[in-house]
């Protein structure tokens, strides 16, 4: 995995998807919004999937959402993730999800709907990644 | 013959499977053309009958450029008509070949592919971990891409799960009765024996999940008319038809947008076979997971949403059952052999046609139904087979 042997990945410099990872390195959740219909989408892709302009931006969310579904990964896919951990998607306010984590509670109080705020972890390789938390213990 | 659908103009006409195990000593090209060899012979034909590809290239040798269907040229000796990488093999790869030899552009489709030399280490097979910026980071694996599907199911439905085990206890006991597979004589299996299995990802456990093991499978297919001349009964597609909801393991699968996945393709496929889901006599069904099996039960229309586990229970999945299912022991005890895996369902379903499936054998059976893919992989294929 990237960042375990030595220098971190620039993340920055990833096409379509740089400006988001450089948001994250400071704490900041963006999602693209359309200039055209104005909803917001993801993963970033270069046209919007609701009206097919490629004229949208990044733009801050408030990072709250509620947890669509989630579940306990007790098996991980490489021994670079330390188990168990909560998968979950994560619906977000401005009308947008993401595959997270979430943090922040023990894997058996997260709950289909419970609300979550965004909260900034380190992940396994050294980067930065928006996982999500209750969102009373995200205070 | 002309008034006919393009697809019933066309019969599978050989099937192969090689042996099937955890780890094989040999590489994915030679297991893959054992397979194709072994499918050729079934169907009382050599190489030199065969005119069009599936297969992909998985090396060793050849060249990186596409269509890798094209380096089975060289090795075959002979050039070919029609190539196509199609992903995956099974359903996918049927129709694709049965459209090109409808259409004429070759006559003699071979559709093969596995794995072999590639499983082993401490991390799952690499095609279960997606690639993805936005899932490698989070250590995402199939297993609970599907797994996020089910615990809404599970949140809005709450299954027993006796039930939803039973049906893994049932499928892996026919694979414990089938000498080819892989946990051939392991069990049997009870509901209480998957429920005290290792947890991987909630809701599933170990014995939940398929395996991820090496082998290769084949199939040929050529035209009716060309089939009424070899030694094996043929195979006829009655009806087929995929959906691709989007790209898999690129954003996570929901619930409400895939537990009905492959309804349409469903509903199109009877159409064009006229049956109905009730007139199936043995089902073939992508069980890469046990709810992914009751799901497609609701898919296809035989029960309510949400009442997939109670259906079975009482329909009954063995051979003497309303609906067999996964007669050789599935995904989950028979094997899973990559992106060659979804042929070794329409290798069963042919043998149950033939009569020839074994222990398996479901009397009589006359029409089979074989699924590939899933909610969680976020597209999902069918195809009806029939004796020709």
Redesign the interface.
Known sequence: MEGLTGELEDRSL?PL?GEFWAAVNQGILVRPVCGNCHRSF??PQFACPKCQSTDWAYEPSSGRGRV??????????????DAP?V???VDVEEGW?????IVGCEPDQVA?DMPVSVRFIT???G?Q?PAFAPHEAAQ | MSGAHPLHRVAIVGVAATEMARQLDTTSAEISMRAALAALDDAGLTVADVDGVAARWPGPGGTVFQPGSADWAEVFGQPLRWVCDTYPQGVPGALDAAAAVAAGLCETALVFGGQAGVMGGSAVADYTRPDNEFIACWGSLTAAQFALVAQVYRHRFAPDPEQVAAIAAAIRNAGSANPAAVMAGRGPYTAADVLASPMVAEPFRLLDLCLATEGAAAMVITTAERARDLPQPPVAILGGGAEWHRQQYVNPPRYDEVWGLGADAAHRAFELAELSPLDVDVFELYDINTYEVVRQFEMLGLCAEGEGADYLAEAGIGIDGRHPLNTDGGLLSYSHIGWGGPTLKIVEAVRQLRGTAGPGQVPNAEVALVTGAGSGAQYHNIMILGRG
């Open positions: 990833r998807t993801f993963v669509y579904s989630h579940t306990t990964v007790h098996r991980p896919p490489t021994p670079a993730f951990y998968l979950a998607d999800h993401l595959l997270t984590w289909i992940g396994p390789d980067q990644l």
